[in-house]
């Protein structure tokens, strides 16, 4: 649906645990991004990546960690160290950087 | 880094009537203006975006207009319908780090 899954549409985890969420694309797009949502915040970039085997954090990397190795995927862990990670997550796809986001379907965390 | 404000947070109007949701930006190196769009329970979708080199951009009944000198960029929607109802997101990012960076969202509902 749209090129761009991800998996699963809910997440439930026990604090103290890692979680690892996926994002796969058949785009053929070279960047890949994860945002993360929260009611009245928008959508605040964690990391992004323009190729494969590199990546940049964004304004909240802290408590998550990701992973290309190859360019259909942009796998994100978030680790027990991120203090609030309950929230909806987002992975989006573009041709290059400053072109239109093809987002997916989210992955909505809960963590207790 | 970047820093988007998007106005107002949310805005009722009357079927047929004129929505405008404007956004300023920090960064002056800032050359690319997306807006998405969100409906309940979907994926954020590309509306209409506008690069730096242009002042205005028209899409059948979305429009938007930017002004660099100010740094802000307005989303204007006439004639609303009803399935106009949403959230829609400003996002701003520029040519040095590439982070596309968006504004808190405005929920907009029309009343038929």
């Known amino acids: 649906d749209g090129g761009i899954t991800q998996s699963p549409k809910y997440l439930f985890r026990k604090e103290g645990q890692n979680v690892t969420l996926s994002c796969e694309q058949n785009?053929?797009?070279?960047?890949m991004y994860w945002y993360r949502q929260d009611p009245g915040q928008g959508l605040r970039l964690i990391y992004y990546?323009?190729?494969?085997?590199?990546?940049q954090k964004g304004d909240i990397a802290e408590g998550y960690s990701v992973s290309r190795e190859k360019k259909e995927s942009f796998p994100l862990t978030v680790t027990s160290a991120q203090k609030n990670p309950t929230a909806f997550y987002l992975c989006?796809?573009?041709?290059?950087?400053?072109?239109?986001?093809?987002f997916g379907n989210g992955t909505r965390l809960t963590v207790t | 880094g970047e820093n988007v404000e998007q106005h107002p947070s949310t805005l009722s109007v009357q079927e047929g009537d004129s929505a405008v949701i404007k956004c300023t930006y920090s960064?002056?190196?800032?050359?690319?203006f997306p807006w998405y769009k969100q409906e309940l329970g979907k994926r954020p979708q590309l509306i209409i975006d506008i690069r730096s080199n242009v002042g205005e951009k028209k899409d059948q009944r979305i429009a938007v207009t930017l002004n660099k000198t100010a740094k802000h960029f307005s989303l204007h929607i006439t004639e609303t319908q009803p399935e106009d109802s949403a959230v829609y997101f400003c996002?701003?990012?520029?040519?040095?780090?590439?982070?596309?960076?968006f504004g808190a969202g405005t929920t907009v509902t029309v009343r038929a």
């Open positions: 785009l053929n797009h070279d960047a």
């Open positions: 990546s323009q190729i494969v085997n590199d990546f």
């Open positions: 996002a701003a990012s520029n040519s040095n780090d590439y982070k596309l960076s």
């Open positions: 960064d002056s190196a800032s050359n690319y």
């Open positions: 989006a796809s573009s041709i290059d950087f400053n072109s239109p986001l093809h």
